[in-house]
């Protein structure tokens, strides 16, 4: 671990990444024709990809690669108890105060002592507001009557979908503690202020784990899965410079915590939570037992039927918040010489800056792209068969527009690992060029050995820069 760095140094800024967000289809402004809805974004055509293949890398670290932790879809509604047992309607406050004169509303938290003492708008001077508690949660109803019998809450986190079941999942699945439940899902909060692209938005996605664990071992487990989540940052490729743990002070430990950690990113706004490590001990079960009147007591049949409430261990990531810092810690600016085309010695003109997004080929939302050189010649019809075979395994971008060099720069910019390109030389000999997103190198190789070649490449991809 390491905590060199103590501000960004980098060639993203957020303006950057979030032009290239919308100019190649990552991400866009939700209902934009009618002026944007704030805190809310809609993601494109790569950034969908990059979304599932997030989704997919931590449901495979978290479920395939661990035999004891099973998923769960749990409902976005669910009965309004839950929440008063988890503690939501009654904690789930941001201290809110707004300006009378600029009418803009602050987290009190997020200004100064001297402004908020002084009752003074760091905006523009004018008076504050007294501070009073806003519930994040949104609450709407359910049912043909606007009455407080149908209230409901939109949930404002996927953790507690998993608590309620978690006898089912025992009982279905016959798991035995320790052993987790995964789930990714959306969920809600009324943000008072929404900023920083989509980095803190009202509507967004959670990758969550609960570890349950024997009460006595929660401490040994909750360093374990500590060291495990610092791991998986590394496969993603992500510089680990960037970076580091805050452990949460008494002033910001949540009321169920017993201790918790926050992995932070450097964002080029600075040090930002990406992902919580928490021991949630058995306050969430022991709350949901005294709301439901149901026994969730874990019955350890292998100790003499012995009755506990297990302990918790959380690991909290937020989906589109990784896909932020996935999208700026893969950006790149670099002066280059313009690629050599297939089938030369070297390459001609002068330098070139290239923008790059050096994603993991495991994440990246293109694996490939199939270039023809040309269009006629029958190179364009042979491009799009390989196209074809490659497209049952890996995802496969096809382009055929504009001069080579241009192509692969548009490539780059998406984040594309890999280009084949196919040329005169592939139809007298059946080969192809490979060429590499972050050296720019090409090799020649068979067309037979192409898919082969791009898995062993994907398993054995190590970042140069």
């Known amino acids: ?70 998923g769960l879809d749990a409902a976005i509604l669910m009965h309004p108890r839950t929440w008063e047992a988890s503690g939501h309607v009654e904690n789930f406050t941001d201290p809110l105060v707004d300006c009378k004169k600029c009418k803009t509303r602050f987290r009190a938290d997020m200004i100064s002592e001297e402004n908020l003492a002084a009752k003074k708008c760091p905006e523009c001077g004018g008076e504050l507001t007294d501070t009073r508690k806003f519930n994040l949660m949104f609450k709407t109803h359910i049912g043909p009557t606007e009455d407080n019998a149908g209230t409901i809450y939109l949930r404002p986190e996927t953790a507690q979908g998993i608590y309620v079941n978690y006898k089912n999942v025992i009982q279905s699945s016959r798991m035995k503690i320790p052993f987790g439940i995964a789930q ?24 969550e784990m609960q570890f349950f664990v024997k009460p006595g071992s929660d401490v040994e487990w909750f360093n374990e899965w500590k060291k495990r989540r610092w791991a998986y940052y590394e496969k993603l490729g992500v510089k680990m410079e960037r970076l580091r743990w805050h452990q949460h002070g008494p002033d910001e430990l949540a009321h169920y915590a017993k201790d918790a950690y926050d992995i932070q990113y450097l964002f080029p706004m600075g040090w ?10 058995d306050y969430d079960l022991t709350r949901h037992i005294e709301f439901s009147g149901k026994d969730l007591q874990y019955i350890d049949q292998d100790n003499n039927n012995e009755r506990y409430i297990p302990y918790i261990i959380e690991t909290s990531a937020g989906l589109t918040r990784t896909l932020l810092m996935l999208l700026c810690d893969s950006y790149d600016e670099e002066q280059v010489l313009p690629d050599k085309k297939p089938g030369t010695e070297a390459s001609e003109g002068a330098l070139d800056i290239r923008t790059v997004l050096r994603f993991h080929p495991s994440i990246a939302p293109v694996t490939a792209a199939v270039l023809p050189l040309m269009k006629k010649d029958g190179l364009a019809e042979l491009a799009q068969d390989i196209r074809n075979e490659l497209k049952e395994d890996f995802a496969v971008d096809y382009d055929q527009a504009g001069a080579i060099g241009r192509r692969y720069r548009r490539q780059d910019e998406a984040g594309t690992p890999f280009c084949v390109t196919v040329d005169y030389q592939s139809k007298d000999d059946g080969t192809v060029t490979l060429r590499f997103r972050d050296s720019m190198e090409q090799v020649r190789l068979p067309r037979q050995s192409l898919s082969e070649r791009l898995r062993k490449e994907i398993k054995e991809y190590k970042r140069i820069k």
């Not at 959306?186 to 990758?207: D, Y």
């Not at 930002?272 to 001990?281: D, F, I, M, S």
């Open 1 to 70: 671990m390491s905590e060199a760095l103590t501000e960004y140094q980098g060639p993203a800024t957020m303006e950057k990444i979030t032009s290239l967000a919308k100019r190649r289809g990552f991400v866009f402004q939700s209902s934009e024709i009618y002026g944007g809805q704030n805190g809310a974004w809609d993601y494109g055509p790569l950034g969908i990809e990059l979304k599932n293949r997030i989704a997919q890398a931590w449901w495979k670290e978290m479920t395939r690669l661990n035999d004891n932790i099973a």
């Open 184 to 207: 990714i899902g959306k969920a809600f909060r009324n943000e008072i202020v929404t900023k920083n692209f989509i980095f803190r938005t009202c509507e967004f996605e959670q990758m």
């Open 272 to 281: 930002r939570e990406l992902e919580g490590v928490h021991n949630r001990t």
